[in-house]
């Protein structure tokens, strides 16, 4: 009973696993699913969310900078144990010894003015001296500090990068929302290619493989109306080197799709061995696509669109810095109260007005013609963005155009490739029937062939180039004609 129980279950291991593992190898995939994966767990695709959220950090970088920033300075501490040289009153030099420690600490709350570029902030600090040399009646530790005192700095006539920042890094913020979505249609597009060249090498396989079949038992029949004396050596001879020319197309058709089945696998991220089959995506979807409302919805959701204007604000902002590089002026003033005391408490008790202002100025005289060479060169330079600008927007109105009316063709082709297909495999099934039964040459029969073969070839490549001008289309305009719903949500 053991015995036959440990044979049951090694008869069961031996026809199980085997093909359990070979349907892990497996894979059957739509055009949707393999898009989808490759979206997924593509490399291509990872690396466009890693770029994204790359500058989503760099955009809350940027947003920083206008926020209130709470700063701590300081020193801690400041030893020093040498001997130093004292100027005497009488002019005299007297090398003496000091061993001191000076700390300092200051703490800031400070705040951008993005209208004016300046900035201003409020502070308090304080300092401390020990001088461990001192005698015994004499003082050790002194304190000094500013218990407030607001602080501003304001550059005059000068390049203001908070205010233009504020114009532009939010655009390039945008931009690389779009351009995510814009990447992961690419990948979309170039997954598509491959798996349509994948299709097609599996085409030609099933092809190459019915045609050897077919040559195989046509060659078997001119043997016997050559034995029977029906057919001449050549016809026999003919026939012969086309199933010869067909076992060479068998392994070519075998090589290609071992071929395409690796850039498959190692795009979408499946293991080398894995076997894939590929279901044909006959069914088009069918809507009607206007130029006009193409080229709309491009302007509208691509990141081209919005580098537009960002690359004339970034022109203009060169214009701008370059008139601030003419004169330089600062405006520097500060109020608050400060006091020096023997103990720390102390400062803090009627302490003393602290104010300063000052203007800085740094004016050329003398230049050479430097201030209006730069600001020619901004201004050269931004003419030539704007000429720039304006005709890659014609360019982008043209590719839009260019794009639609190409889908538009190839939808059309695609209907007429497909009846061709049908029928030419109809006319090559009868054309076979009529050779079997003696009505038809070898030669005719092989013209059927070729032509069932070169429309069933070009029927796979119309519906290739449909699907592929399909996701040019998504990612040109960013919106899905079929559903009819932006590919692009702003509020996400």
Known sequence: MKKRYFIGLLFFALTYFPTNLKAQNEATYTLQEMVQRAKDRSPAALRALTRKENRYWQYRLFKSNYNPQLRLNGTIPSYSQAFNSITQPDGSIEFLQVRQNFMDLELGLQQVIAPTGGIISVNTSTNRFDNFLAGPNEIQTRWSGVPVNVRLQQPLFAYNQFKWDKKIQPLLFEESKREYVQEMEEVSLFVTQLFFDYLIAQVNLQVATQNLENTEEIFSIEKKRYELGTTFEDRLLQVELQALQARQDLAQAKLDLESSALS???????????????LSPENLPDFEVNVEEAIRLAFQNRSEALGFDRRKLEAEAQVAEAKGQRIGMQLNASYGYNNAAFAFPDIFNNPNTQALVNLGVSVPILDWGRNKARMAQAEANQQLVNYTVQ????????????????????????????????????RYEIALKRYQTGNVTVTDLNIAQNEKDSNKRAYFNALKDFWVAYYELRALTLYDFEKEELLYKPEI
């Open 391 to 426: 005709q890659d927007v014609i360019n982008f109105e043209q590719e839009i155009f260019t794009k639609v009316k190409n889908f538009l063709m190839i939808k059309e082709r695609l209907n007429v490739t497909k009846t061709s297909d049908e029928v030419a495999q109809r």
């Open 264 to 278: 498959v696998n190692s795009f979408i991220g499946l293991d080398p061995s894995t076997k894939i089959n590929l």
